[in-house]
């Protein structure tokens, strides 16, 4: 039998590494939605330019300098670890590229197949380190290339965003999965409606605080 690249010895299909967009106003439960679907990892990296998430249950390192962060990640790497990065401000971008790059070589194995752990890497306020307009000016970047390729090295992307309209398309275009929140600017409400179909524009205007329209794919589910 020739074993597909995503499929164990036994045939089993091993889960894609997913990219997951969450969008809405400020206050409307896009961190708290993070948290919850990040509770269980075991090997999760939080980039996080506010501070918020240093706090959250779990989280097995605190780092401000990327030197340490690395070192930290080759000490850890075969254990598990819930790290928080906090970067310097005004070096969001610069930082983030420098991480998404030693995550790649780090997950060389998974890529080579010679290991399946995936790592989720979470991005908080995303349109501070991956701006709209990045992927043109740098076409190297290293976050746009896990947008692309990252799933090849079993590299999970979560970004988060008050303002999807500032954030690169790059990454919009493509998530496998969006949580779109309550907006509270025209401009991104036009991004939400654009992706979900013009039908949703009434429903995204109208949603509260922790409501959402979820969209994977061809399916949409609106909780509210
Ligand atoms: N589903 C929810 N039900 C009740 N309270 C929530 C819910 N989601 C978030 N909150 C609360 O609302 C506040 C803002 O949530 P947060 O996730 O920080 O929002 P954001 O990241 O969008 O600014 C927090 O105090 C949080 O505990
Ligand atoms: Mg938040």
């Not at 070096?91 to 030693?102: D, H």
């Not at 500032?166 to 409400?189: L, T």
């Amino acid at each position: 039998m020739v074993k597909r690249k995503n499929q164990t010895k036994s045939g089993a299909i091993i889960r894609q590494a997913q990219r997951v967009g969450i969008f809405g106003a400020s206050g409307c439960g896009k961190t708290t939605k993070a948290r919850e679907l990040t509770a269980n990892l075991s090997r999760l990296i939080y980039f996080d330019p506010l501070a918020e998430l240093a706090t959250s249950a779990g989280i097995t390192g605190v780092f401000s300098s990327i030197d340490r962060l690395k070192i930290a990640f080759k000490r850890d790497f075969c254990k598990g670890f819930r790290f928080d990065f906090i970067p310097t401000f005004g070096n969001e971008i610069k930082e983030l590229n420098e991480l998404c790059y030693f995550l790649l070589e780090l997950q060389g194995g998974y890529k080579a197949g010679t290991h399946q752990g995936q790592i989720t890497l979470f991005v908080d306020e995303l349109d501070i380190a991956f701006p709209s307009g990045i992927t043109q000016r740098d076409p190297q970047n290293g976050f746009a290339y896990l947008c692309r390729r990252g799933r090849h090295y079993g590299i999970n992307l979560i970004g988060i965003s008050q303002r999807p309209h500032q954030v690169d398309i790059c990454f919009r275009g493509n998530c496998s999965g969006v949580y779109w929140f309550r907006h509270a600017e025209p401009s991104d409400i036009d991004v939400a409606a654009r992706a979900l179909g013009k039908e949703y524009r009434e429903t995204l205007r109208n949603l509260g605080n922790y409501q959402y329209i979820y969209k994977s794919g061809g399916q949409t589910l609106t909780h509210l």
